[in-house]
């Protein structure tokens, strides 16, 4: 019975094993990482299962939708980029061995892929150790700039300074903080209430519940007790469902109370209820509504793919990531990475939210900072904009207020 | 002082939550001994029932969907009752394993189904309003699954204590091989204890779509807690779970006004865990005479 079982399993362990080393003979182990042969390998990592697969399968797929556009126009350096999607199953340590097998088994030229802070934070020490290349596609807390990686979500400048920007021009000088219990909300809280102090605001209060918390009728209570302007919403994931539910049945609709929210694009808003969150304020770079003859190729392509779909930020993001890749390769002449790191520095690219430019130092990218309301149709309309692409800046170095945060 | 006063009505309406998601377990894992991790499960059932019967009930869904979502949660739990669960009756390490494993397939299911992304369930129009009572703000929403609770915990206690089916459900529970020389068909009598008390779940979800997410992972908020109650009440015990889901409900309520909701959940936590120091066999305790 056990030697039964044992000799399929021999096999199957074996034969791929010897594919592989087949497959690395006949290709001779080059030099140019993933560009053997007549295709170039490129990883998507993102959680395809577990509660993140929520917003990242659609990263996911306009990931890929940008790698088509890329391979029906002849691809990079003549050839033909060939994906290779792995799941990071809402699980850290899984996206660093993901990452860890991408890089060495796929030998794939750049990876794609993230969204919370501890994937990227979990994926970091693996692309630093291998000299390999990360492109992370979400806004995040800042306070971080890794040679290997190139972020192309916004930082806290160009998100959340922009939203705290936009209350004060509005005159909402009292907040109450809610977020979620982990690194982003936390740190981003920090940013807030330094830039309060150094504004006249006033912070009535600081409340984190934990991740998938459902329960908000106390919270509600603290807040209606408080009496604030305006609250700053750094929730993540199902929490905002609850929280805008609740808030909304105890009387709090946005005439009342606006909340400004950075975690919630097109995609929330259908699970949250429009009726629950119309009219409320969010701050990102892209919307679906933002106007432009490439978004509009955008949004047409990707609705011709998956009907009836929304296009949020954090999508654009992975969009734009996979475009500026490919234009730092050609630049380069080679997808190796320190190539490419070089090449990327400058490059400019007209993208679905404007125009788009990678900071050589920081490895970020320059974006329009755009606050908007969410609509009775599920869209959300640009109410305020900062007209230019900011300046990326993760450590905040050129804000006077925020020389005690790191 | 007007905002600690609220908390009173939000302790009772968060234990008005925790005792309907509790109902149902207080039967198959109370009353059977069964740890049905995928209980969860069920209540996400009742919750996307809801959200399907919006195509042609509108804004009267979470109406119907209540008793279509008992049957069709009900039906769940039999089914699974009826494949796998009773082949491992006396082995709660084998059925704790099934069960979760039987819950991660209904969520992937339930992606499969409806997507990853959350659905919205819209509350009747009737429901979206609010009384304030002593300055204490109450939505309908709560004011609804305060009442459904109730509702919910008179039925059953009518059906325990006085129809012959709810009757032998306790003789089978009290004494199975007394109950079994009595002539009382235990197997039958197990099925529909797990219908019934999977079809509880499906209500609570139906319930659950007025104040929470609708998604595949609804359950594993839910699931613990519900576990909690049961276990602080005293396994079987309606009573029980009744006072130990309001109890919790009012120690949530205030630990998280004066401290927050992460801390909250520290402190009840630990709280259960030192009541059940002193009381190991929860609130209530069913006397019996068998051995066992």
């Known amino acids: 019975m056990r030697k039964k079982f044992f000799r399929p399993l021999a096999a199957a362990l074996v034969l791929p094993a010897a594919l592989l080393t087949a497959c690395g003979g006949e290709s001779g182990d080059t030099a140019e990482a993933g560009a053997a042969g007549n295709t170039i390998k490129v990883g998507v990592l993102h959680s395809l299962s577990g509660t993140m697969s929520i917003s990242e399968v659609t990263v996911k797929n306009s990931e890929l939708l940008a790698i088509e556009e890329i391979n029906a126009k002849g691809g990079v350096l003549g050839k033909k980029l060939e994906p290779v999607v792995e799941d990071g199953a809402s699980d850290w340590p899984t996206f660093a061995q993901k990452a860890q097998k991408l890089i060495k088994k796929d030998k794939v030229a750049t990876v794609f892929g993230g969204w919370t802070s501890a994937s990227r934070k979990a994926m970091l020490p693996v692309f630093e150790r291998n000299k390999a290349l990360l492109w992370y596609p979400v806004q995040y807390e800042g306070l971080e700039s890794s040679p290997y990686i190139f972020y192309t979500g916004a930082t806290t400048n160009q998100q959340i300074v922009p939203g705290l920007d936009y209350l004060k021009e509005k005159g909402k000088k009292k907040i109450y903080l809610v977020g979620s219990d982990y690194v982003f909300p936390r740190t981003a809280n920090k940013i807030i209430k330094a830039y309060a102090k150094a504004n006249g605001m006033q912070i009535l209060g600081e409340e984190y519940t934990p991740l998938g918390h459902t329960e908000y009728s106390t919270l509600v209570n603290k807040i209606s007790d408080a009496k604030p302007d305006a609250v700053f919403n750094t929730l993540n994931g199902d929490s905002n469902v609850a929280f805008f539910k609740q808030l909304k049945s105890a009387g709090f609709d946005a005439a009342k109370l606006p909340v400004m929210s950075v975690s919630i694009a097109e995609e929330e808003v259908k699970g949250i209820g429009v009726p629950n969150i119309e009219g409320q304020l969010v701050a990102w770079n892209y919307y679906q509504t933002t106007s432009g003859a490439t978004n509009d190729a955008f949004v047409k392509a990707f609705q011709a793919k998956h009907k009836g779909a929304v296009t949020s930020d954090p999508m654009e993001a992975g969009y734009n990531a996979v475009h500026l890749w490919a234009a730092a390769a050609e630049k380069a002449g080679s997808v190796e990475v320190e190539a490419v790191k070089k090449a990327a520095a400058g490059i400019s690219l007209d993208l679905p939210e404007g125009k788009v430019t990678i900071d050589g130092p920081t490895q970020h990218v320059y974006k329009t900072a755009r606050i908007g309301v969410i609509g009775k149709d599920g869209l959300i309309k640009e109410v305020w904009s900062s007209k230019e692409p900011i300046k990326p800046d993760p450590y905040l170095k050129s804000y006077p207020w925020a020389s005690g945060l790191s | ?292």
């Open chain 2, 1 to 292: 002082m007007e905002s600690l006063l609220n908390q009173v009505p939000i302790g009772l309406s968060i234990g008005a939550v925790l005792l309907l998601i509790a109902l149902g377990l207080t039967f198959t894992f109370g009353q059977m001994g069964v740890i049905n991790m995928a209980h969860g499960e069920f209540i996400m059932a009742g919750a996307y029932t809801a959200y399907m019967l919006q195509g042609w009930a509108g804004g009267q869904a979470v109406l119907v969907a209540l008793p279509v979502a008992f049957l069709i949660a009900g039906a769940l739990g039999w089914i699974l009752e009826r494949t796998a669960i009773r082949h491992f009756y006396g082995r709660p390490l084998d059925t704790l394993l099934l069960t979760w494993g039987v819950s991660l397939v209904l969520q992937q299911a339930a992606r499969d189904l409806f997507g990853a992304p959350n659905v919205q369930v819209d509350a009747p129009s009737w429901l979206t309003g609010r009384i304030e009572v002593a300055g204490a703000n109450l939505p309908y929403s709560r004011l609804f699954i305060l009442g459904l609770a109730i509702a919910c915990v008179v039925g059953i206690s009518v059906y325990m204590n006085r129809s012959r089916q709810g009757r032998r459900m306790r003789a089978v529970m009290q004494n199975r091989e007394l109950a079994a020389v009595s002539g009382v068909a235990t197997g039958r009598v197990d099925q529909f204890t797990f219908f019934l008390g999977s079809g509880l779940a499906g209500v609570a979800g139906v319930a659950l779509t007025l104040i929470g997410p609708v998604g595949p992972s609804l359950g594993t908020y839910y699931i613990v807690d519900a576990f909690l109650v049961v276990v602080a009440g005293g396994l079987g015990q309606l009573k029980g779970a009744v006072i130990a889901a309001l109890a919790l409900g009012m120690l949530n309520s205030f630990t998280e006004f004066w401290t927050d909701a992460s801390l909250a959940k520290v402190i009840v936590f630990a709280a259960i865990i030192a009541f059940l120091q002193f009381r190991p066999q929860g609130m209530f305790v069913l006397r019996s005479r068998a051995l066992t």
